[in-house]
């Protein structure tokens, strides 16, 4: 089993929509969770730590359940420029990190 | 604030070949990372330094990968002799420490792009 799982995707969407991305993680001592957003041909890069209690940054909302091991991205009035791949990250006994396999947005105008 | 520095860019070699990428961290970081990033899947991590020793080896193909991280501070990836599987974007990267904490993130370099023919 995949240590960290992803929707497989891509996601089309359109301009204006909501999109959700779920991540499930198979280590529960895991404590530490991020996404990071990777556009094509670049480095990842950090988009938003995701905390117990749920945290939201403008259009981009994390959610983290521990009882279930999943965590969720929502992006809400998608933009063209929110077309990356969207990267579910835990942390592994708090030594360093695991990256899921990505998931592929496009946003279609 | 600098970036994490990696070389080169890219590079194409022949199966069988040997090819070496550098890494420069962010000043200050003392923990650093080289994950393999093949087409289509999520960044795998090869190696783990915090400071010059190493933390975390597990997933390295010790029989033809290495690393170094000599004064704790810049890194070499060696790979020899390559095969074509080898083909992937070799990404640096780095953090302020190993244990992850509130605010603990990684910072990737550009990566070095592999092609292996």
């Known amino acids: 089993r995949k240590e960290v799982e992803q929707d497989p995707g891509p996601f089309n969407v359109p301009e204006g929509a909501t999109v959700a991305f779920n991540c499930t993680y198979s280590?529960?001592?895991?404590?530490?969770f991020f996404w990071y957003r990777q556009d094509c041909r670049k480095e990842p890069k950090l988009l938003m730590s995701?905390?117990?209690s749920g945290n939201e940054d403008g259009r981009f909302t994390a959610q983290l359940n521990r009882a279930s091991q999943y965590i969720s991205l929502l992006i809400r009035d998608s933009k063209l420029s929110d077309s990356a791949t969207y990267l579910c990250?835990?942390?592994?006994?708090?030594?360093?990190?695991?990256f899921g396999p990505g998931t592929r947005l496009s946003v279609l105008p | 604030e600098a970036g994490v520095a990696q070389s080169p860019r890219y590079k194409i070699i022949e199966k069988r070949q040997s090819v070496a990428f550098w890494c420069n961290p962010i000043?200050?970081?003392?923990?650093l990372y080289w994950y393999q990033q093949i087409l289509g899947q999520g960044p795998k991590l090869l190696i783990q330094?915090?400071?010059?020793?190493?933390?975390?080896d597990s997933q390295l193909p010790k029989d033809r990968f290495s690393a170094e991280r000599l004064k704790g501070v810049d890194s070499t990836l060696k790979i020899q002799p390559a095969k074509l599987e080898d083909s992937a974007v070799y990404l640096c990267?780095?953090?302020?420490?190993?244990?992850?904490?509130?605010?603990?993130?990684?910072?990737f370099g550009e990566g070095s792009w592999l092609t292996v023919v």
């Open positions: 990250v835990a942390d592994n006994y708090g030594q360093n990190f695991v």
């Open positions: 280590n529960s001592a895991s404590q530490s």
């Open positions: 330094f915090q400071n010059n020793g190493v933390v975390d």
């Open positions: 995701v905390y117990s």
């Open positions: 000043s200050g970081h003392a923990t």
């Open positions: 990267a780095s953090s302020l420490a190993a244990a992850t904490f509130s605010g603990n993130t990684i910072y």
